[in-house]
Antibody
């Protein structure tokens, strides 16, 4: 069974750093793109970026370039999303999702989400 | 970057009625790279359609995706109680992916 399991909720202060994770299981983690998606409170979905764990090829959305870092450790089938200096506006639910095999596939499996709260 | 505009923002319908959701792209795009997702309150999104018209695994045939170029439509032929949710379109054909802002289908 394919699963993406994300790390737990975080409460941080502005200026702190954070790294959240997304562990894949039940499939060949290296062979599928992983996307990160932000959902701010009461708002819609925003694509943040993608990573291909097999070669760490990474693409960022324009609003997120330079603001976050996406990485992956194929040895433990885990993708990461990290911030070096959080802002209150980073408060959101963050989802990881797998892009299905094949060029036309959408995001077929999703993690349960990690809620990040940034408050002084 | 392709901007996706969904309409209407909210659709108020009764169970058994037909729902028609629109997703318009800011420039022509391949229908191969248009997906629809359903999100219920407190849950992660779920893939409904990919390639504009292909249903994802386990998605009932009352969900129908059509469209090409700049105009795409998700039709729910007969609303079931579990279909009341928010629906998002997404394009993933270029290196920069985008989502529409969502359409909420609510019970009238």
């Amino acid at each position: 069974e394919v699963q993406l399991v994300q790390s737990g909720a975080e409460v941080k202060k502005p200026g702190e750093s954070l790294k959240i994770s997304c562990e894949g299981s039940g499939y060949n983690f290296n062979s599928y793109w992983i996307a990160w998606v932000r959902q701010m409170p009461g708002k819609g979905l925003e694509w943040m970026g993608n990573i291909y764990p097999g070669d760490s090829d990474t693409t960022y959305g324009p609003s997120f370039q330079g603001q976050v870092t996406i990485s992956a450790d194929e040895s433990i089938s885990t993708a990461y999303l990290q911030w070096s200096s959080l802002k209150a506006s980073d408060t959101a639910m963050y989802y990881c999702a797998r892009r299905g095999m094949g060029a036309t596939q959408g995001l077929d499996y999703w993690g349960q989400g990690t809620l990040v709260t940034v408050s002084s | 970057e392709i901007v996706l505009t969904q309409s209407p923002g909210t659709l108020s319908l009764s169970p058994g009625e037909r729902a028609t959701l629109s997703c318009r792209a800011s420039q022509s795009m391949s229908s191969n790279y248009l997906a629809w997702y359903q999100q219920k309150l407190g849950q992660a999104p779920r893939l409904l359609m990919y390639g504009a018209s292909s249903r994802a695994t386990g998605i009932p045939d009352r969900f129908i995706g059509t469209g090409s170029g700049t105009d795409f439509t998700l039709t729910i032929s007969r609303l079931e109680p579990e279909d009341f949710a928010v629906y998002y379109c997404q394009q993933y054909g270029r290196s920069l992916w985008t989502f529409g802002q969502g359409t909420k289908v609510e019970i009238k």
